[in-house]
């Protein structure tokens, strides 16, 4: 089975507009965490935002909003106000604990379209 | 502060070559991670070190191997290159391994195998 799961290969948003990024995961680790991340057409992979699986609130960082829901598994990603520059592959990942240590998991991706 | 970098930027081998990839963490950080990015697809984790030795591997055939460096810089060696081989090859650092901590990348050396 899949650890991490983004069932949307392709969005489209408007300008201005909030977007939301499905991930759900697969772990029995209680101790993990899920991660964002954002791959321009020029590769470099771009840290957004950071969930551990005992944080008690919602990570946020600027207008990125991480929609985490423990009981279904899911870290969606939220972003809010889109940007013609946010076009890009978004990828959602997790680190579980030591029985795979230093291993992320990564999804296959969505990729995002802002449109004018 | 430097980030992480990766040396080549880009890489053309013919089949049965060796690689040699470099990644340069940045200053503090003492794991280093390695992933393998094919065309289109997601990452696969590849290998990681951390003060010097490989603490975990992931699911790629032993001519794929490394080393890390007193000065936590590492190489990442391909050896009897194939033409799946051909994928952005990712570099990525961190101060120490938890489920927490963020991992930062370098911008990647593409390996395209011939």
């Known amino acids: 089975a899949q650890k991490i799961t983004q069932t949307q290969p392709g969005m489209f948003v408007q300008e201005k507009e909030a977007v939301t990024l499905d991930c759900t995961y697969d772990?029995?680790?209680?101790?993990?965490?899920l991660f964002w991340y954002k791959q321009p057409s020029s590769g470099e992979m771009i840290f957004l935002i950071y969930q551990g699986s005992y944080d008690q609130q919602n990570a946020t960082e600027g207008r990125y909003s991480l929609n985490f829901q423990k009981a279904r598994k899911s870290a969606n990603l939220v972003i809010s106000a889109s940007q013609l520059g946010d076009s890009a592959m978004y990828f959602c990942?997790?680190?579980?604990?030591?029985?795979?240590?230093?291993?992320?998991?990564f999804g296959d991706g969505t990729t995002l379209t802002v449109k004018p | 502060e430097a980030g992480v970098t990766q040396s080549p930027t880009h890489l053309i081998k013919t089949r049965g070559q060796q690689a040699t990839l470099r990644c340069s963490p940045i200053?503090?950080?003492?794991?280093v991670y390695w992933y393998q990015q094919a065309l289109g697809l997601g990452l696969q984790f590849l290998l990681w070190?951390?003060?010097?030795?490989?603490?975990n591997r992931g699911n790629f055939p032993p001519r794929f191997s490394g080393r890390q460096f007193p000065n936590y810089s590492s190489e990442l060696n391909v050896n009897a290159l194939e033409l799946e081989d051909s994928a952005l090859y990712l570099c990525?650092?961190?101060?120490?391994?938890?489920?927490?901590?963020?991992?930062?990348f370098g911008q990647g050396t593409r390996l395209t195998v011939v």
């Open positions: 990942a997790m680190r579980e604990g030591p029985t795979n240590a230093g291993k992320s998991t």
């Open positions: 990525a650092s961190s101060l120490v391994h938890a489920p927490g901590p963020e991992a930062f």
């Open positions: 772990t029995s680790d209680p101790s993990y965490g």
């Open positions: 200053s503090g950080h003492t794991s």
């Open positions: 070190y951390d003060e010097g030795e490989e603490r």
